[in-house]
């Protein structure tokens, strides 16, 4: 049986394309349950997925001999969640452009980018801030650490609790 591992191994890292699949096969319904748990959408959760395993096929490389493709795929899938958590975000407050926000047709848009704006403009200056950095800047958790001057972990805990009260006004996950 390690023999077989082994070669499969050595066959994936090589770019064949059915052992890759062969050996992808059994982790997909972990990873669309693990998508579907952090997204919350079926449909997202497939996209997610998807996207994930062209992005493993294409990474092919930085696969660690001996190391096992299932915990490694499993990551970019999450990896890949919080993207599309995070490009919801962008969507969301991103659309705040006036030009964008007069434009015909997008009042759904439009209300939700409101109400999006309503809800971070009542957070207090530090929360908004360490959620505005690291959501609609997108940098990482240490940079906006040092902007606020604050610990990585205590930065994080602020996060937490600034998204948390972000979404009991925006009457719950469902609206962003």
Sequence with gaps: ????????????RVGDAQAFEAALAPVIGQAHRLATGMLRDPAAAQDAVQEAAI?????LDRLREG?????????????ECRTTLRSRWRRSVGS????????????GDVEQSQDVLSALAALRHSDRLVVVLHYW???PIDEVAAVVGASPSATKARLYR????????????GRW
């Design 96 to 107: 705040l452009d006036t030009a964008r926000l007069a434009a015909p047709g997008r009042t």
């Design 67 to 79: 190391a096992e493709l299932g915990p490694w795929f499993l990551g970019i899938v999450a990896n």
């Design 162 to 173: 600034a998204v948390e009260k972000l979404r009991d006004r925006l009457g719950g996950e």
């Design 137 to 139: 800047l997108d940098l």
């Design 1 to 12: 049986m390690a023999d077989a591992t082994a070669a499969l191994f050595l066959d994936v």
């Design 55 to 59: 992005k493993a096929w294409r990474k």
